[in-house]
């Protein structure tokens, strides 16, 4: 009898293993070996209507097991990318918190990515810059903008007027000449 029900189990097993991996909703799947079933809507009338069952089997009318293979593999090739877009999802939020630093970790990675000028800038001209002058620098060098378009950018004077070409110049002469003393050349 224990053999009769482990072979019925083994039975159940199989069939199992032939059932496409699908979501309820859809109409297609391969119900065991020799069968593949396609649900058609049937509409009778305003979004009314019923599922007419059409079963495939080995055998009849040109089925063949590969035609159901191919079958199943198209169904299952929809339901497995869309798992597998879960099990990415899954694994990405799993694995963010482990590469996100902390403020501390971000800054000595900056360090390290340094080039030794730019080293070498930080620790012995940046101490003798103000903030205008860093500013100044980086409008100039990193957003690769003219004197005039600085000129125009720059808050006005007290007094109301636009700061001139000449200022700007003469600032960036000025930061200059502390990058030379600080900073000689080899």
């Known amino acids: 009898m224990a053999a009769k029900h482990n072979a019925s189990k083994k039975q159940e097993e199989k069939e199992k293993n032939y059932q496409s991996r699908f979501d309820k909703n859809r109409q297609c799947y391969r119900r065991d070996e020799t069968h593949y079933v396609y649900l058609e809507w049937v509409e009778t009338g305003k979004n009314k209507g019923f599922y007419h069952e059409h079963v495939f ?6 089925v063949t097991l590969d035609l159901l293979d191919f079958l199943q593999a198209s169904d299952n090739g929809e339901v497995q990318d869309q798992e597998d877009d879960e099990r990415y999802k899954e694994k990405l939020a799993e694995s963010m918190p482990a590469y996100q630093k902390s403020p501390e970790e971000e800054l000595c990675s900056e360090e390290e990515d340094q080039s030794p000028m730019s080293r070498e800038f930080d ?11 860093m500013n100044l620098i980086y409008d100039y060098y990193g957003m690769d903008k003219t004197y005039q378009e600085i000129a125009d950018d720059a808050p006005l004077k007290p007094d109301g007027t636009h700061v001139s070409l000449q200022s700007v110049f003469n600032k960036m002469s000025r930061i200059t000449a502390k990058v030379k003393k600080h900073m000689p050349q080899d």
């Open 123 to 133: 620790e012995k001209v940046k101490p003798h810059l103000s903030d205008d002058q």
């Open 57 to 62: 089997t080995v055998g009849e009318g040109g």
